[in-house]
């Protein structure tokens, strides 16, 4: 196991297109995370999963944005019509195991919007 | 509302000299406070929680409740420490971890 995993690392899109990333988490971590991270700042919460259940989600979510765990395991984070705003590192994190509250995070994927 | 402020966005400190990076939090009850690290090229990685009370790389980190603080520090800083360091926290019974905005700190030969 090779800890959290992501794709694409990196990513161009032009205004208005839609993009997806996805993250596999470490094998039977239970708890998901998505953050996204802008220069300067630290990462931003914006929604996490329980298995295949949505448990929050960020007023940052905007309605563009959706994500997805449908088997429990990968999960998916679409972004529709794409602004330069969106323009950001979206980073993935998973938890599970002995160790509460100890989340392990990916290498995130860089979402350039030109 | 749940906030983390680290004051500093960066922080130089020559080798051997003590480190401290601040930060301090806003919560309504018991959080849980975290440090996670950044290497260049690396992923974000947890180095110590409250909880645990260890040291970690030389590092430790108080709970102040009555300051609301949870200041990392460390003796003698060394070259390798040169790093992002975000603090964070987590409600009891929350597993969302809010992070503050980091504090780069550069390690001086």
Redesign the interface.
Known sequence: DTGVSQNPRHKITKRGQNVTFRCDPISEHNRLYWYRQTLGQGPEFLTYFQNEAQLEKSRLLSDRFSAERPKGSFSTLEIQRTEQGDSAMYLCASLGGGSRNTIYFGEGSWLTVV | AQR?T?PE?LLSVFKGAPVELKCNYSYSGSP?L?WYVQYSRQ????LL?HISRESIKGFTADLNKGETSFHLKKPFAQEEDSAMY?C?L?GVGD????????TRLHILP
């Open positions: 983390v680290q966005k849980e975290f992923r974000l990685q947890l929680r975000y964070a987590s597993d969302k971890i809010i992070f503050g905005k980091g």
